[in-house]
């Protein structure tokens, strides 16, 4: 079945610093990859996604994700941080014939001055 | 393009209560698809409908909880004699079918709460 692994449950970095958000996919075909992010008491915003071709994927807010096959890794990265990203962040993979997202469990990322 | 709207946004009840959300798709879009989040989760997978059909259940779907769709636009899904376990955020989503038409649109969900 597939899953998605998000190792970091709680990440902290400083306004300004770079980031990267860790992501596995576990699916045995070629995957379709998301990430949404999430503030509190809101719904799923998307800030990229991958299906085919270029690797390097560029999102919104100036977030950028890369896939790896060979690492069946999917992580997402910015260089600079801006306190307005502190946020829950969600990888996800869209499986089946019926399109449903799997996500995984999430990284809080807290931003301190 | 209003987005997907889904009401209540908050909902507080006692236990062994009924109650019942309702989503409004994106117009266009003829995939609808629920998910329940919990607290420090991802949002979990619970029903699809194409169209007015619901094609998809998860196992989480109990017997207590049933969604419709009955003219292929807004959906509900009702959760009857509920229970403590309950409490969490229902999403709804929806998109207009085909992986190349994919993301699926969120809504900013109801928050159900068990007293």
């Known amino acids: 079945a597939q899953s998605v692994t998000q190792p970091d449950i709680h990440i902290t970095v400083s306004e300004g610093a770079s980031l990267e958000l860790r992501c596995n996919y576990s699916?045995?075909?070629?995957?379709?990859l998301f990430w949404y992010v999430q503030s509190p008491g809101q719904g799923l915003q998307l800030l990229l996604k991958?299906?085919?071709?270029?690797?390097l994927v560029q999102g919104i807010k100036g977030f950028e994700a890369e896939f790896k096959r060979s690492q069946s890794s999917f992580n997402l990265r910015k260089p600079s941080v801006h306190w307005s990203d502190a946020a829950e962040y969600f990888c996800?993979?869209?499986?089946?014939?019926?399109?449903?997202?799997?996500f995984g469990t999430g990284t809080k990322l807290q931003v301190i001055p | 393009d209003t987005g997907v709207s889904q009401n209540p946004r908050h909902k507080i009840t006692k236990r062994g209560q009924n109650v019942t959300f309702r989503c409004d798709p994106i117009?266009?879009?003829?995939?609808l698809y629920w998910y329940r989040q919990t607290l420090g989760q991802g949002p979990e997978f619970l029903t699809y409908?194409?169209?007015?059909?619901?094609?998809?259940k998860s196992r989480l779907l109990s017997d207590r909880f049933s969604a419709e769709r009955p003219k292929g636009s807004f959906s509900t899904l009702e959760i009857q004699r509920t229970e403590q376990g309950d409490s969490a955020m229902y999403l709804c989503?929806?998109?207009?079918?085909?992986?190349?038409?994919?993301?699926?649109?969120f809504g900013d969900g109801t928050r159900l709460s068990i007293l």
């Open positions: 117009s266009e879009h003829n995939r």
């Open positions: 989503a929806s998109s207009s079918g085909g992986l190349d038409n994919q993301p699926q649109h």
């Open positions: 991958y299906f085919s071709g270029d690797t």
């Open positions: 699916y045995g075909a070629t995957p379709y």
């Open positions: 996800a993979v869209v499986t089946g014939g019926y399109q449903k997202v799997t």
């Open positions: 409908f194409q169209n007015e059909a619901q094609l998809e």
